[in-house]
């Protein structure tokens, strides 16, 4: 009563001030607003529009309000409407895998959202298709949800990119129903369904089957769980498996019917539920999956979480590498699949669920046949090293732009621990040998610092060609990004080699300082010599792309977006002033900024890329692409003759090899007439001069109030008077009938399914 009154003297107070409102909205001019200081850009961006429904989310329209009104969670079902809520609420489960909202998705059913009645999984319900089978599937949903969101929860993967965890209320029924609970409940909703006829009664059992199935291997799957039960993977994976080919023969026998959305229950999904929520930012719009598209995302995310096995089946680090660079490049992975990836890797201070994080880099270490000392300074120094091996295969599995953000970042990090590692080793090497004798790398293997640098070159690499997979580089800018990816990996191919033929340490006098050996000289040889075969191909390929580039973009069929208009005086003096070497050079700075700063490898400058390119532009553009094809026969020679040594090898050496191959081909259907044609005959000097030329000469025409006819008298007599020009001409006719007869035009893509972290290019 106290509260009553209370509320009642607020009654008393209030003001309308809607006029004042109004009065202060008419005052104000175009452009302006009235807010307090407190008001930050981040507020403005996160604010709703009321009552736009294309921001307003919460918005009731009047056919929003005619389907609220249609939701009795009494209405008798029949087995037809149970499968197409079952079906709903699966694409909202789907949807929410995919970075939806739980506001979008799941929340919408009102069966989820609403009280739920007393009589579920009760025999002497009324509503037996509602209370036997639907409530145990949405149940079932709802402790499924909650050990996603609980993974979620370990910050694997970013909120408002991977995940939206933008609610601040969730409802997962696990306060009310426990794990047996749930399964019983879909125990009695397979004794009912097996008690009906029909394809309905066939298809929700199926139904049944696997949601029983996937909540025991979402129980189960969790890195807690594994540490403590470490043959729980076994029974996982082995149910998830079932899982997959039970859910791929529902695909199969139900085809017809997936592709049937049905009828409808009108009410049971309220699509502008966040008004129920309070929400910590503003829910963008987002459609469902269709049911197709939900049950091939079901595929996806079981065949992804099959991956655990994988992982931890791996016996090396350097396999480990592999798996999570190969994990990189898969876009298709759910948030849910790389957030278990990496509890599961490096949960609890354990890698794999076993080995501490320090022997960890041990391990590293010694595989590339180092030894690897004891002492307080080592491991303080393999805790640091672990601390970013692990936080890099964290970052292999963020989403796609944030992997090579984060990957140039880590560069520099990894620069630094380098230089801690030459210091280890000297200091290391000085306990049973002169100090001269431990700075001098004929004398000291540098074991610490060799394995930092080859991580830190595994790096570089990949930051570099993951630009490739996210459109980063323009065509105009490939010649150079291939060829500091050459000096990269022809860099790291040295380093490879000199740790190669390092012979053995010799033995220390101090026992102490020296752990056993975790791998024999023949493994650690073997490994070394697979590693040097991978970045062999992947420096002869990036030197063909390079060379391939090149002669497109001196031909101009690779041009910067200030090159592509020639309409007005302004455009081509942008152009002009663009091509200029201080622009150049601005360009390259900023494109590789990351790598300018690294004490190691010695970063490529641009005085020392325009020398290079200088260097190419004396041969004929044709042969550029002769001398490519050779180097791409070369590449796959080597990596033939690797195989039938150790095999078809690692996925990325078999992805890799693809990447060759194909390109290989696309040179190879180059038709002799065009790398014969004078277009091509020209030098690159040649035709740099030409392009150059042709520009003065578009900016001269369009300089000056000159009307058209003195503009072509003037054309024809600078023609005439300069030879350049005319060659100029000569040569870009030759161009553009090789273009315009479709026998140079080139086309850049990647394989996905492949490495689509390198290009495949095709003349057609």
Known sequence: MADDAEFAQMDDDWLDITALVREGARSLGSGEMIKPDSLSLLDAMTSVQVMDP????????????????????????????????????????????????????????????????????????????????????????????????????????????????????????????????????????????????????????????????????????????????PSALDRSMDELEALRQEHNAYRSTYSDHIGCAGAGVP??????????????????????????????????????????????????????????????????????????????????????????????????????????????????????????????FRTLCQNAPRQRRIALKYVAGWDSLQAEAEQLDIWIYSQHASEAEASDPNCNPFWFSSWVYHMKLVLM???????????????????????YAAQIFEAHQLHLSRMLGMTSPMQPIDDRLWTRRRVSDTE?????????????????????????????????????????????????????????????????????????????????SFANWAATREQLDEHAIGDLFTHAARVLADAKAAMDQSRRRFGPGSEAFRDLYYVVVANSVALAKLPADVVGSPALAATGSQASVFREALLNEAVADAAGDVTKAKAKRDKKKRAARSDL????????????????????????????????????????
Request: charged share 20%; aromatic share 10%; with cysteine.
């Open 267 to 392: 009410g049971v999904f309220d699509a502008k539920c966040m008004r129920k929520f309070p929400s910590l930012a503003p829910i963008k719009p987002r459609d469902l999956l269709a049911l197709g598209e939900a049950h091939a995302a079901m595929a996806s995310l079981v065949s992804g979480l099959l991956l655990v096995r994988t992982m931890l089946g791996l016996e090396s680090v350097e396999s480990l590498v592999h798996f999570f660079q190969g994990v990189s490049r898969q876009g298709d992975l759910l948030p849910f699949v790389r957030s278990l990836l990496v509890s599961v890797f490096a949960g609890d201070g354990l890698v794999l669920l076993t080995q501490p994080v320090s022997e960890f880099v041990r391990r590293a270490i010694s595989e590339l046949g180092g030894h690897v000392g004891a002492g307080e300074r080592v491991d303080l120094f393999c805790m640091e090293a672990a601390r970013m091996l692990v936080d890099w």
């Open 524 to 604: 650690s040889k073997e490994q070394l010599e697979r590693w040097l075969a991978i970045v062999a191909a992947q420096k002869d390929l990036a030197t063909a792309l390079w060379l391939v580039s090149h002669a497109c973009e001196r031909l101009g069929l690779f041009r910067a977006p200030w090159a592509k208009s020639k309409k007005s005086q302004l455009a081509l003096a942008v152009w002009q002033k663009q091509e200029t070497p201080s622009a150049q050079e601005a360009r390259f700075a900023l494109r590789f900024r990351a790598f300018s700063r690294l004490n190691s490898p010695t970063p490529l």
């Open 54 to 229: 294309r921001l307003d989310m919460g918005m009731l329209t009047t056919a929003d309000l005619a389907e609220i009104a249609l939701w009795d969670i009494d209405r008798p079902l029949t087995l037809s409407d149970t499968l197409w809520v079952a079906n709903r609420l699966f694409c909202c489960e789907m949807t929410w895998h995919n970075s939806a909202s739980l506001l979008q998705t799941i929340y919408t059913c009102n069966y989820y959202t609403d009280n739920l009645p007393t009589t579920i999984g009760s025999p002497t319900t009324g509503n037996r298709e509602r209370d036997l089978v639907l409530y145990p599937l949405v149940v079932a949903t709802g402790l499924c949800c909650r050990r996603v969101w609980d993974e979620y929860l370990r910050e694997n993967v970013y909120s408002e990119e991977d995940v939206m965890l933008g609610s601040t209320v969730v409802k997962f029924f696990d306060d009310r129903f426990s794990l047996p609970d749930a399964l019983g409940l879909l125990d009695v909703a397979q004794a009912y369904l097996e008690t009906q006829e029909g394809v309905e009664a066939d298809m929700l059992a199926a139904h049944v089957s696997m949601r029983r199935r996937w909540l025991r291997v979402l129980s189960s799957l969790f890195a807690e769980y594994l540490s403590e039960d």
């Open 725 to 764: 020009a005319k060659s100029a001409r000569e040569w870009q006719a030759h161009v553009d009938r090789l273009v315009s007869s479709d026998g140079l035009k080139v086309a850049w893509s990647t394989a996905a399914e492949r490495h689509p972290d390198w290009p495949l290019f095709a003349f057609t």
């Open 461 to 483: 690499g990949g930051g570099l060609m993951t630009g490739v997979r996210l459109d980063v580089y323009l065509d105009y800018e490939f010649p150079m990004v291939f060829c």
